[in-house]
């Protein structure tokens, strides 16, 4: 314990003295993704939108989850989860595809995956100043009093992803079948998070398969999903199999704790890894 600590706490020290280098990696992310672009940041909100319709037409239409502006509902959460899916699919890569450059200098190896987390932080945020007045629109003014809770909200889940996306560019210098996995781990891990369904309606239909009940509560993004609609859509209540939705408010403080603690743990863990393997990321690449 005494010895992680210590790893981390030289690691620490080495990453805020290259946090020019950071700041440096993420104004390049950001200038690469919009070089030559007419529309800028607009096409960061192109795919939102699109499939923020295409799930709105089914599960209004189709499939009726019966969930009060469900637009509102799937885009929060879709934002969330799109910010974890894009900084761990950067960061897989980070290591590996800078090898020239990690066997010639030596700089701490974090702000390569951190930079993708950083730059998708930035999107996110610019994203949610995009749809706040939609939400205001749609779930009322209550949305502006709680946004602030959501933002630190967002301080939470940016140590949690930054940690599950150290885990993943350390791995994949290893094991360079978890590219070819990442795929598949994040349409199972997709499906299996409250995305596109309240999770209140999930675990009263999972009732009877207990398994399965346990299986989605010990879903880390499960807490952060509904954590971050309570203050921008509103938290959600089965009554007689129905799905009653409150109006926005701030986010229940089990679920904000619990939120913590998994972003703590995941945090600390990711970068013992990342850190433990860094090590020796010259000699395997």
Not at 57 to 75: H, L, P, Q, S
Not at 100 to 111: H, S
């Amino acid at each position: 314990m005494t010895a992680a600590l210590r790893l981390l706490g030289t690691r620490a020290i080495e990453l805020i003295d290259a946090r020019e280098l950071l700041v440096q990696l993420v104004r390049k992310e950001l200038k690469v993704r919009y070089r030559g672009s007419v529309l800028g940041f607009l096409w960061t909100m192109l795919t939102p939108a699109l499939v923020t319709t295409v799930f709105s037409v089914v599960f209004t239409r189709v499939v009726r989850i019966g969930v009060e502006d469900y637009a509102a509902f799937f885009i929060v959460g879709y934002l969330l989860w799109q910010f974890l899916q894009n900084s761990c699919q950067g960061s897989l890569h980070s290591i590996v595809g800078n090898a020239d450059l990690v066997k010639k200098v030596y700089f701490p190896r974090e702000v390569l995956p951190l930079s993708h987390v950083a730059s998708q932080l930035i999107h996110l945020v610019l994203a949610l100043m995009v749809v706040t007045p939609y939400l205001v629109w749609t779930r009322g003014p209550a949305v502006l009093v709680h946004l602030p809770a959501a933002l630190a909200l967002l301080v939470v889940l940016a140590v949690f992803v930054a940690g599950v996306s150290l885990w993943f560019a350390a791995t994949n210098v290893v094991l360079r079948d978890l590219q070819e996995l990442f795929v598949v781990i994040f349409l199972v891990w997709f499906y299996a998070s409250p995305v596109l369904y309240p999770l209140a309606l999930a675990r009263a239909e999972l009732a009877a398969s207990p398994w399965l009940s346990v299986a989605l509560r010990a879903n880390p993004t499960a807490v952060f999903l509904e954590a971050f609609r309570a203050p921008l859509h509103g938290s959600i209540e089965v009554v007689d199999g129905a799905a009653i939705v409150t109006g926005p408010g701030w986010p229940p403080i089990g679920s904000a704790l619990t939120a913590t603690a998994w972003a703590f743990g995941v945090g600390v863990l990711g970068w013992l890894s990342f850190a433990r393997r860094a090590r020796t990321f010259a000699r395997e690449l």
